[in-house]
């Protein structure tokens, strides 16, 4: 009876536990980078020698990179895995800062990260 209990329990927590975050596409925009996510994302912003990096815990999505085209210069991006977490890491020859705005949108979120110098 406990074993039957403890099962329920697992198949209920799972039915309201909610998806893992996965980055579905990512993509120039005019002044910056646009991110689509499954759902609504949460990113923990750092400067690490000299680069942008944002750290999205428990997440999943296709490792890629690519080059920006601002005002203020180019700007490198890739994302990349690091044990179940993904990282966003933007390079650019001066200092970085971002601005991260997102919404839902046809059932997914997307996000904006408006690029600037620091």
Do not use: C, K, T
Request: proline share 8%.
């Amino acid at each position: 009876m406990l074993l039957i209990a403890f099962l329920v329990g697992v198949m209920l927590g799972r039915l309201f536990d909610p998806p893992r975050l996965r980055i579905e596409d990512a993509e120039p925009w005019e002044q910056g980078l646009q991110l689509w996510f499954n759902r609504e994302p949460q990113a923990l912003a750092e400067h690490v020698d000299g680069a942008l990096l944002y750290r999205f815990d428990d997440a999943y999505g296709r490792v890629r990179d690519g080059q920006l085209s601002l005002p203020m210069g180019l700007v490198n991006w890739r994302i990349e895995r690091d044990g179940r977490d993904l990282l966003l890491i933007l390079i650019s020859p001066r200092p970085l800062d971002g601005e991260w705005r997102g919404a839902p949108e046809d059932g997914r979120w997307r996000v904006r990260l408006a690029l600037r110098p620091e």
